[in-house]
Every structure is written in structure tokens, then in C-alpha cells.
């Protein structure tokens, strides 16, 4: 289903699973995709979306939309049917542009077809609509993908620490504090976990195909 995705493509249909789990969904909805494409492509957040962070959007969803307990986070979670309608859509949208591959700016459009979800009805009110942005991202190239399976090169990584609440930077990256479960790529990163008062603890982590793994972290007084 995912052999036309580009690798940001891929990586935001794992996250909108991820954030499914988090706000404790069943399956995740359009503003789950929203956050995840948002995630997964920050130079495209950043380029088309200039009066809102990531963190501003995510605000607007959590006002407005009910958070249960946390659940598992799986490769396996099913879409609901208004986001298998955007997927659709973006397939389409790609088509359209006369790209073969499908990538985050094709799920944003995808999104805003969505016209009565809330993840459109917010990308509307951040000055997006789809006939600017189909125009904006036209002479976009998208670089072909080997066809990989999500469900093979993602797993879910744990991230404790203790003293809790310490930041967590994933190659120079903010994602979170701990305790934190992060959907990543098969391959090596680079783990960097900070916290006031303590030393900092920076590890190599190799992430290993559809493996759940949980990293630990003993912080040390200092600094």
C-alpha cells in the first residue's frame, strides 16, 4: 500500500499511528495524520504554515478533541475511514500533479479535501487552502523510495530517565521529555538526554527493525 510513499511520506503514516496512542484513539483520525506529517517534515511546516508551531497546532487539537489513557502503540493500528479517505486523496493529488511518488505535501492536501475534519478546518484557519498549495508545491520533485514496508523499518523506542522529565534530543532534535515512547527508523541515532542540575547523557542508539526497545537513562548530579 506504501511502495509509492516517499520516506517522509512513510514516516508520517507511522507517526499518526503513534499519536493515535498517545491521545489513547483506537485508530488514528485526520488530526492525528495532521500532527504526524507536521512532524515528519518540518521544512514543509515551516515553509507553508508560518503563524503556528508544531506545538500551537497540537494545542488547537487537545482543546478540542477528548484524551484518554495512553494505549500501545502499534505498526498495526487501523486508519478510520476519513483517513483512509485522505490517503486516498493524496494518491490522487500526486496523480493530478503528475508525480509518481507520494509525499507529506500530498497528504496536507489530502487533509484539506478532509473539508469537515478538524485537522482541515485548521489548516484552513493557518492559511491554507488547496488550491494555493496545489499551486505552491506543482514543480515540487519528489525522489523515488525503495519499496519498504513501515511495519520492517519502525520500531518504538522507550526512553526513561531518572530524574523524570529530562529533554530528549534525537540527532540534534527536540522530541520530548521522558518518559517518552518515539516511533523511529531502523538504523543509528544519536541520543542526547538533559536535564538542569545533572550531567548530560548522550549514547549511539541503533534501533533494530520491528523491535520494541527501551533505553534507560541514570542521570548524574552536576553541571
Same mark, same amino acid.
Given at each position: 500500500?506504501?511502495?509509492?510513499?516517499?520516506?517522509?511520506?512513510?514516516?508520517?503514516?507511522?507517526?499518526?499511528?503513534?499519536?493515535?496512542?498517545?491521545?489513547?484513539?483506537?485508530?488514528?483520525?485526520?488530526?492525528?495524520?495532521?500532527?504526524?506529517?507536521?512532524?515528519?517534515?518540518?521544512?514543509?511546516?515551516?515553509?507553508?504554515?508560518?503563524?503556528?508551531?508544531?506545538?500551537?497546532?497540537?494545542?488547537?487539537?487537545?482543546?478540542?478533541?477528548?484524551?484518554?489513557?495512553?494505549?500501545?502503540?502499534?505498526?498495526?493500528?487501523?486508519?478510520?475511514?476519513?483517513?483512509?479517505?485522505? %490517503?486516498?486523496? &493524496? $494518491?490522487? !493529488?500526486?496523480?493530478?500533479?503528475?508525480? /509518481?511518488?507520494?509525499?507529506? +505535501?500530498?497528504?496536507?492536501?489530502?487533509?484539506?479535501?478532509?473539508?469537515?475534519?478538524?485537522?482541515?478546518?485548521?489548516?484552513?484557519?493557518?492559511?491554507?487552502?488547496?488550491?494555493?498549495?496545489?499551486?505552491?508545491?506543482?514543480?515540487?520533485?519528489?525522489?523515488?523510495?525503495?519499496?519498504?514496508?513501515?511495519?520492517?523499518?519502525?520500531?518504538?523506542?522507550?526512553?526513561?530517565?531518572?530524574?523524570?522529565?529530562?529533554?530528549?534530543?534525537?540527532?540534534?532534535?527536540?522530541?520530548?521529555?521522558?518518559?517518552?515512547? %518515539?516511533?523511529? &527508523? $531502523?538504523? !543509528?541515532?544519536?541520543?542526547?538526554?538533559? /536535564?538542569?542540575?545533572?550531567? +548530560?547523557?548522550?549514547?549511539?542508539?541503533?534501533?533494530?527493525?520491528?523491535?520494541?526497545?527501551?533505553?534507560?537513562?541514570?542521570?548524574?548530579?552536576?553541571?
Amino acid at each position: 500500500m506504501f511502495e509509492r510513499y516517499t520516506g517522509s511520506g512513510r514516516r508520517a503514516i507511522f507517526f499518526a499511528r503513534y499519536e493515535a496512542s498517545q491521545y489513547g484513539n483506537p485508530y488514528p483520525e485526520p488530526e492525528h495524520l495532521l500532527l504526524a506529517v507536521l512532524r515528519a517534515d518540518q521544512a514543509l511546516t515551516e515553509r507553508f504554515i508560518k503563524n503556528a508551531t508544531l506545538a500551537d497546532i497540537r494545542k488547537q487539537i487537545e482543546e478540542r478533541t477528548e484524551i484518554r489513557p495512553k494505549t500501545s502503540t502499534s505498526v498495526d493500528l487501523p486508519l478510520n475511514d476519513a483517513s483512509k479517505r485522505v %490517503l486516498s486523496y &493524496a $494518491a490522487e !493529488e500526486a496523480e493530478r500533479l503528475g508525480h /509518481k511518488n507520494i509525499g507529506t +505535501p500530498h497528504l496536507l492536501l489530502g487533509l484539506l479535501r478532509e473539508e469537515e475534519s478538524l485537522a482541515a478546518e485548521i489548516l484552513r484557519a493557518n492559511g491554507l487552502d488547496p488550491d494555493t498549495f496545489r499551486e505552491a508545491i506543482g514543480s515540487f520533485e519528489f525522489a523515488p523510495q525503495e519499496p519498504i514496508s513501515p511495519k520492517r523499518d519502525f520500531s518504538v523506542v522507550r526512553i526513561i530517565s531518572n530524574p523524570a522529565g529530562a529533554e530528549i534530543e534525537i540527532d540534534g532534535k527536540f522530541v520530548g521529555h521522558t518518559p517518552a515512547e %518515539l516511533p523511529l &527508523a $531502523a538504523g !543509528e541515532w544519536n541520543l542526547h538526554i538533559t /536535564k538542569t542540575g545533572f550531567l +548530560p547523557w548522550e549514547r549511539k542508539l541503533l534501533v533494530l527493525p520491528s523491535a520494541r526497545q527501551n533505553i534507560a537513562a541514570d542521570l548524574v548530579k552536576g553541571g
